[in-house]
């Protein structure tokens, strides 16, 4: 089965930083390009970063640019998402997501998903 695993999550207070992973079980990362997304209760899944097979091209929400950033490490298979100077509106729960070569618009292009990690941002 093809799985992304996501970890790195926590409670936070505001201004804090984590960083979070993205491993695959199952396949190689190199050909994917990943893409974070995070859902809050009552609100829509939103895409926050995204960078392609590559990692030469990477985007961000308004919202997380400056603040957040995304890279891989193909020899390791995994994809980071650090994160600094968080804000309680980053409190969601925190996917990866792959989709072949570069990335995409809408989560509903994205063929494999992890389960998430839980962010909390309070002080």
């Known amino acids: 089965q093809l799985q992304l695993v996501e970890s790195g999550g926590g409670l936070v207070q505001p201004g804090g930083s984590l960083r979070l992973s993205c491993g695959a079980s199952?396949?190689?990362?190199?050909?994917?390009?990943i893409g974070w997304f995070r859902q809050a209760p009552g609100k829509e899944r939103e895409g926050v970063s995204c960078?392609?097979?590559?990692?030469?091209?990477?985007n961000y929400a308004d919202s997380v640019k400056g603040r957040f950033t995304i890279s891989r490490d193909n020899a390791e298979n995994t994809v980071f998402l650090q994160m600094n100077n968080l804000k309680p509106g980053d409190t969601a729960i925190y996917y990866c997501?792959?989709?072949?070569?570069?990335?995409?618009?809408?989560?509903?292009?994205?063929?494999?998903w992890g389960q998430g990690t839980q962010v909390t941002v309070s002080s």
């Open positions: 997501a792959a989709v072949r070569w570069t990335c995409r618009g809408s989560y509903s292009d994205y063929d494999y």
């Open positions: 199952g396949f190689t990362l190199n050909t994917y390009a």
């Open positions: 960078i392609s097979f590559s990692g030469s091209d990477t």
